[in-house]
Antibody
């Protein structure tokens, strides 16, 4: 059974960088889109982006966030990570990591979520 | 404003049937991209409920079913149970945004 677990600071100051890691257990990277999704307080879900372990690691980001988002893989730790730069209060929310099907684009396994608050 | 439009809330009594709609456009559902549905119980992560329009993952009761037509999709829940009270999200891909997109979510209340 695949399990995903987010980790990282729960509080980030405005203008700084949000960094989260997602540790994969019970499975390998395989041919999946390793994805980040967030949920602002009381709001819906927003796709942030993914990394696909193929060759150098193809990535795709939500155009609304693209200039601020970096997603990377650390195969030695069985982790993938999110960096979101220049954060503001609007970036406060719960950040989920998820496994995405590369062909049909659905997310079948999710982490429990990590609450990140942007505040000074 | 979400790319996929869902009603903010629906409700039904135990045992009843409810339908949650998901309306998109020509760059997502209407372009033939598959629709998936997620259930989010309070305080938990979303869970895959329906994938590729009509398929249920192992363990999801057959009370849940999905369909789509044109630029819209629907989730139908029959035989409502108290445990079905949750937020439901549809999702697809949008080729104009080149991004996965979600509906705004529908809160199901079991009366």
């Amino acid at each position: 059974q695949v399990q995903l677990q987010e980790s990282g600071p729960g509080l980030v100051k405005p203008s700084e960088t949000l960094s989260l890691a997602c540790t994969i257990s019970g499975g390998s990277f395989g041919s999946y889109y390793w994805t980040w999704i967030r949920q602002s307080p009381g709001q819906g879900l927003e796709w942030i982006g993914y990394i696909f372990r193929s060759g150098p690691g193809k990535t795709s980001q939500n155009p609304s966030l693209k200039s601020r988002v970096t997603i990377s893989l650390d195969t030695s730790r069985n982790q993938f990570s999110l960096r979101l730069t220049s954060v503001t209060a609007a970036d406060t929310g719960v950040y989920f990591c998820a496994r995405g099907d590369w062909n049909y684009n659905y997310f079948d396994y999710w982490g429990q979520g990590a609450l990140v608050t942007v505040s000074s | 404003q979400s790319v996929l439009t869902q009603p903010p809330s629906v409700s039904g009594a135990p045992g009843q049937r409810v339908t949650i709609s998901c309306t998109g456009g020509s760059s997502n559902i209407g372009a033939g991209y598959d629709v998936h549905w997620y259930q989010q119980l309070p305080g938990t992560a979303p869970k895959l409920l329906i994938f590729i329009n009509v398929n249920r993952p192992s363990g999801v009761p057959d009370r849940f079913s999905g369909s789509n037509s044109g630029t819209s999709a629907s989730l139908v829940i029959t035989g409502l149970q108290a445990e079905d009270e949750a937020d439901y999200y549809c999702a697809s891909y949008d080729n104009t945004l080149t991004a996965s997109v979600f509906g705004g979510g529908t809160k199901l209340t079991v009366l």
